[in-house]
Every structure is written in C-alpha cells, then in structure tokens.
C-alpha cells in the first residue's frame, strides 16, 4: 500500500516475553520514527532513524527497548522481558526527512500491545 | 519530554461554533508547529502546521495563531462539524521535523 504498515495490529503477550513490532514506511522515506501512546496521551518519542542508522534514540525509556532499520526501509521496535507498563500503542511514523523535508509526519495505524 | 503544554484536555461545541484549543512551548529552538488530528483507532494525520516566520496560517476552516513572544500557539476551528469530534494534538519540532514532540491532546465533541 501507499502509506505506513505496522503489524501486528493487536500483540498480547505475557509478563517477562520478548515482543517484535513491524514498521513498513512510505516508500522513499528516508526517515523513519518510533513513538508510543498511551491511553488518553500524547505520542511520546522513542527513537529516529535517517538511513539505516538511529539518529537519536533518547526516548528509549531503558535497554529492554531496542529498534533495528537494517537495509534502511523496514523498522523492527523489539522490547525484551516485557512488563505491564509496557502496554500502549507504538506507533510508527516516516518523512521525507532532511532540512529541506516538510517536517511533516506520516503515521501508520499503530501496534497495540497488552501485557498480562 | 513535556515540552509542549495543551489545553484543553476536552472540548464540547455546537455544530457550527468556533474551537480553540491552546499550546505552550519551552524550546526556542523549535521552528515547526504543526497540528495532528487522530480518529480512535487511527494514527494522527497532518490537519496544518506552521513556521515562525508568520503569525497565522489558513487553511479552509482551520487557522493557526502564531505568537512567537509568547511562546504560544493555537487552532481555531471556524463552523464546527460533527465531523470534526476526534483529538487534536500540538506539536513542535525543529529542523525538518526531527524528534516531533506531541502535546497531551484535546479532546474534541462537536455537538449536533
């Protein structure tokens, strides 16, 4: 399709699994940006890549949390031992990116996930 | 990261009326505003953004204000739609739209 895939659409996993969600971004995107959203918030910021390298990952909230770009296209946001407050809505989102980019972000429909 | 002050949490107008919702920033560095709309179970979308070189910006119904020494900006919504009831975020960023940072969102109903 034309805009942003993310799957899984819905993840319910256990306290303590290891959790892989997909980013698919607009074709062309150089950048690519990982957010999560819980209910009634904001999107708050995890990580930005250009290319295939992660610009600035300060939003990662600790090392349970890792995002992989390889090939510069497809993300993968990976999160180990998850907890319950891991539970949100990660959304993805790509842009042109660069100085002369619109700044404007394209967001796919987002990976809800449940911890038990 | 709450660098990005909205309000209202919520909003209810009638069909037709003007919304206004409000955002504050702390970042002088940010030079991009832009305004997302979200439908539940939906991404944000791009509704208008801004830059600080202008004070206001139009777009069909809605406008930005731009007050660049007060550090604030806002969306006025003109002739309100039932169509309009989703959640409004604020943003800024800098430079091309790195590392977007979100308001908490308003929570928009227009009434019938």
């Known amino acids: 399709g034309a805009g942003v895939s993310q799957t899984p659409s819905n993840k319910v996993t256990e306290k303590g699994k290891y959790v892989e969600l997909r980013c698919d971004p607009i074709s062309g995107h150089t950048a690519l940006y990982w957010y999560r959203q819980s209910l009634g918030q904001g999107p708050e910021f995890l990580i930005y890549f250009q290319g295939t390298g992660a610009a600035d990952d300060s939003g990662l909230p600790n090392d349970r949390f890792f995002a992989v770009r390889p090939e510069g296209s497809v993300s993968t946001l990976k999160i180990q031992r998850t907890e319950r407050g891991d539970s949100a809505v990660y959304l993805c989102?790509?842009?042109?990116?660069?100085?002369?980019?619109?700044?404007?972000?394209?967001f796919g429909e987002g990976s809800r996930l449940t911890v038990l | 990261q709450q660098q990005v002050k909205q309000s209202p949490q919520s909003l209810i107008v009638q069909k037709g009326g003007i919304s206004i919702i409000n955002c504050a920033y702390e970042?002088?560095?940010?030079?991009?505003f832009p305004w997302y709309q979200q439908f539940p179970g939906k991404g944000p979308a791009l509704l208008i953004a801004?830059?600080?070189?202008?004070s206001e910006k139009k777009e069909g119904r809605f406008t930005i204000s731009f007050n660049k020494s007060a550090k604030q900006f806002s969306l006025h919504i003109m002739d309100s739609q039932p169509g309009d009831s989703a959640t409004y975020f604020c943003a800024a960023s800098t430079a091309g739209g790195f590392k977007t940072i979100f308001g908490a969102g308003t929570r928009l109903f227009v009434k019938a």
């Open positions: 989102a790509s842009s042109s990116g660069g100085i002369r980019g619109t700044g404007e972000l394209f």
């Open positions: 970042n002088t560095a940010f030079d991009y």
């Open positions: 801004i830059r600080p070189d202008v």
